[in-house]
């Protein structure tokens, strides 16, 4: 008799069991055909950190301070990048044409997208306008087209 009461609390307490462990694995079940669908994320390395232009203004909001025709300086952020080449900026004994050619291909990326108060820089002589209109006009200084600058 003590037998049969031990096997059937062990059916009760295998079944309980069961229950929870099938409750568990069903939002699982759910789950799963979500996360095939889901591209697996995926982070960015350290130092891999992509910059669409190379320099910035030192303060947030300076685009709202300026008026259209007012040029600012710019700082160029590979003088304040440490491991800054790692993260696509140039060296810092780079040439004007390198600086330049490596400011062009990230210009090209940000003119791909269409961001709310973009303007424009010189990567060169370090100055920004927040006319956008002026992109890939003759920068005032030195002549060469400017290109897409964000103020963020
Ligand atoms: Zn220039």
């Known amino acids: 008799m ?3 009461i031990a ?15 099938a409750k568990r694995r069903s939002p699982n079940a759910e789950l799963t055909p979500a996360k095939k669908i889901m591209p697996p994320t995926q982070m960015m390395p350290p130092g891999q950190m992509s910059y669409s232009q190379l320099d910035i203004t030192e303060r947030f909001g300076d685009n709202e301070r300026l008026k259209p ?6 700082q160029p952020l590979s003088k304040t990048t440490p491991n800054g080449q790692a993260s696509g900026l140039p060296s810092a004994d780079a040439t004007n044409d390198e600086v330049y050619a490596i400011a062009s291909k990230m210009s090209q990326i940000r003119e791909s997208i269409a961001i ?3 303007g424009v820089y010189c990567p060169i002589c370090h100055i920004a306008n927040i006319q956008l209109a002026k992109l890939h006009a003759p920068c005032p200084k030195c ?10």
């Not at 062990?10 to 309980?16: C, H, Q």
């Open 7 to 21: 096997i059937i609390i062990v059916l009760v307490v295998a079944a309980i069991g069961a229950a929870i462990v």
């Open 143 to 152: 002549g060469r087209p400017l290109l897409k600058f964000g103020w963020d």
């Open 116 to 118: 709310p108060n973009d």
């Open 69 to 74: 025709d007012e040029w600012i300086s710019t």
């Open 2 to 4: 003590k037998i049969a």
